[in-house]
């Protein structure tokens, strides 16, 4: 937790235009291997973006790209990585992650009836209000 307040600082147009693009908090978490960005939304999906290997890089103007994963919770198993993609700039490596989101099976719709599946696309992480 030491550089979470610096990195929250340090990083905070960064983290306000990604809470913007995805319309949810966007916030420094401690990732235990480093330091990221952090965005969650439904059915136990969550971002890491980093611009370091790993980690957020101790300077924001460094010319580093950004990686942006999704990955989805799983009960009694280690998280799942959906997507991995690297750009220039967050919130653009953001919207290219979520056109190569996996579209089916990721969640079952909780209006479907039983047995029956939706392709889930980004839509159903509610990402517009």
């Given at each position: ?105 990721i969640a079952d719709d909780p209006n479907a009836e039983p047995g029956e599946q939706r392709a889930t696309a980004p839509e159903t992480l509610h990402l517009?209000?």
């Amino acid at each position: 937790m030491p550089l979470t307040v610096e990195h929250t600082t340090r990083y905070a147009d960064a983290l306000m235009t990604l809470a913007l693009a995805a319309h949810r908090p966007a916030t420094v978490v401690n990732t235990g291997a480093g330091y990221a960005v952090r965005v969650d939304f439904e059915r136990g999906i969550h971002l890491l973006a980093t611009n370091a290997p790993g980690d957020l890089s101790s300077d924001p103007d460094a010319q580093n790209p950004w990686v942006v994963r999704f990955f989805q919770r799983q009960p009694d198993a280690a998280d799942v990585q959906l997507v991995e993609v690297t750009g220039e700039w967050l919130v653009d490596a953001f919207d290219q992650a979520l056109a190569v989101m996996p579209i089916a099976g990721i969640a079952d719709d909780p209006n479907a009836e039983p047995g029956e599946q939706r392709a889930t696309a980004p839509e159903t992480l509610h990402l517009a209000q």
